[in-house]
């Protein structure tokens, strides 16, 4: 196993003749070596790996992130624990991870409340609101009186798996990961994509509908980020296995309690607070690139 971290680099577009050097001067002046090199091409996606003899601190992160990004290409920090054939559960959030849309903002917007809610899930999602709960009640509190059927055209209207979405799911199950879709937004839409895509099992919070119009409320326990995380420890003991077993994927403040301890995290399209915290950032590949850190 190795002593230390290994750095992947990933990008949709073809390497830049100066890209290595550029990786090898930058760690280089920190003192630590490179070695190992790994280069792997296929359509879509360009991979380079090297192991490091020393790990990189977050300020080391930040700025080797910074510098991939003036070559369209994504950082993976691998730690030494990550052992791909130990995983066995893949957790991911919904909105705007596994899917393109916040589904609450664009519910909002066919009652013209979306500049409203929106402020809030951003704010939230960014960690400056802390409490989510309080956060995802005062939003779909707004919601109130507007129509059920509005749910049904935001899925078939605005809602699209976000890019590699499809090809991580069933190819994970197929190298027989537990796929849990874990979120703080809605059984309507959660249930949707279990069908769609295959997952082995969902969680989200229930929109409380009567007369066929939304209520305002929510039903039962809100999942916030303390529930993401209970769900995922509850889904690798029932398994017979532990976190650092599973991979989680998320883009907001409250998915950090669900990555915290995992396997791997992953932060997709994320908030700034999330990529400093996680062990790998896509801003540039698909979903499915986690599969090429399986292999």
Same mark, same amino acid.
């Given at each position: 196993?190795?002593?230390?971290?290994?750095?992947?680099? !990933?990008?949709?577009?073809?390497?830049?003749?100066?890209?290595?050097?550029?990786?090898?001067?930058?760690? %280089?002046?920190?003192?630590?070596?490179?070695?190992?090199? %790994?280069?792997? &091409?296929?359509?879509?996606?360009?991979?380079?790996?090297?192991?490091?003899?020393?790990?990189?601190?977050?300020?080391? =992160?930040?700025?080797? =992130?910074? !510098?991939?990004? #003036?070559?369209?290409?994504?950082?993976?920090?691998?730690?030494?624990?990550?052992?791909?054939? %130990?995983?066995?559960? !893949?957790?991911?959030?919904?909105?705007?991870?596994?899917?393109?849309?916040?589904?609450?903002?664009?519910?909002?917007?066919?009652?013209?409340?979306?500049?409203?809610?929106?402020?809030?899930?951003?704010?939230?999602?960014?960690?400056?609101?802390?409490?989510?709960?309080?956060?995802?009640?005062?939003?779909?509190?707004?919601?109130?009186?507007?129509?059920? *059927?509005?749910?049904?055209?935001?899925? =078939?209207?605005?809602?699209?798996?976000?890019? +590699?979405?499809?090809?991580?799911?069933?190819?994970?199950?197929?190298?027989?990961?537990?796929?849990?879709?874990?979120?703080?937004?809605?059984?309507?839409? @959660?249930?949707?994509? #279990?069908? @769609?895509?295959?997952? &082995?099992?969902? %969680?989200?919070?229930?929109?409380?509908?009567?007369?066929?119009?939304?209520?305002?409320?929510?039903?039962?326990?809100?999942?916030?980020?303390?529930?993401?995380? =209970?769900?995922?420890?509850?889904?690798?003991?029932?398994? +017979?296995?532990?976190?650092?077993?599973?991979?989680?994927?998320?883009? +907001?403040?409250?998915?950090?309690?669900?990555?915290?301890?995992?396997?791997? *995290?992953?932060?997709?399209?994320?908030?700034?607070?999330?990529?400093?915290?996680? &062990?790998?950032?896509?801003?540039?590949? +698909?979903? &499915?690139?986690?599969?090429?850190?399986?292999?």
């Amino acid at each position: 196993m190795p002593l230390h971290l290994r750095l992947v680099t !990933l990008s949709p577009f073809a390497v830049q003749p100066a890209f290595n050097q550029a990786v090898t001067e930058c760690v %280089q002046q920190w003192g630590i070596s490179l070695n190992s090199f %790994q280069q792997t &091409d296929t359509p879509g996606l360009h991979l380079r790996q090297w192991q490091l003899d020393q790990n990189l601190d977050k300020a080391q =992160r930040h700025i080797l =992130r910074e !510098l991939l990004s #003036q070559y369209q290409t994504d950082a993976a920090f691998l730690p030494a624990h990550f052992e791909p054939s %130990q995983m066995r559960v !893949l957790a991911i959030d919904m909105d705007s991870t596994l899917i393109n849309i916040e589904c609450i903002d664009e519910i909002a917007d066919f009652a013209g409340k979306k500049a409203e809610v929106a402020h809030i899930t951003a704010a939230t999602m960014r960690g400056e609101i802390k409490n989510f709960s309080d956060s995802l009640q005062q939003r779909v509190a707004l919601l109130a009186g507007v129509s059920a *059927s509005v749910l049904e055209a935001v899925y =078939r209207e605005r809602l699209q798996p976000n890019p +590699g979405a499809a090809d991580l799911i069933s190819q994970a199950r197929q190298l027989g990961l537990h796929t849990l879709l874990v979120s703080g937004g809605f059984t309507f839409f @959660t249930k949707q994509l #279990q069908k @769609t895509l295959g997952f &082995d099992q969902t %969680q989200a919070n229930t929109l409380e509908i009567q007369d066929g119009v939304l209520t305002g409320k929510v039903l039962g326990e809100i999942i916030d980020a303390a529930g993401k995380a =209970r769900y995922l420890d509850e889904t690798c003991l029932n398994l +017979g296995c532990n976190k650092t077993q599973a991979i989680a994927i998320g883009d +907001g403040a409250n998915d950090l309690l669900m990555m915290a301890g995992a396997g791997l *995290s992953i932060a997709y399209r994320a908030k700034p607070l999330v990529k400093e915290k996680a &062990d790998v950032a896509f801003d540039q590949v +698909g979903l &499915d690139a986690t599969l090429a850190l399986m292999r």
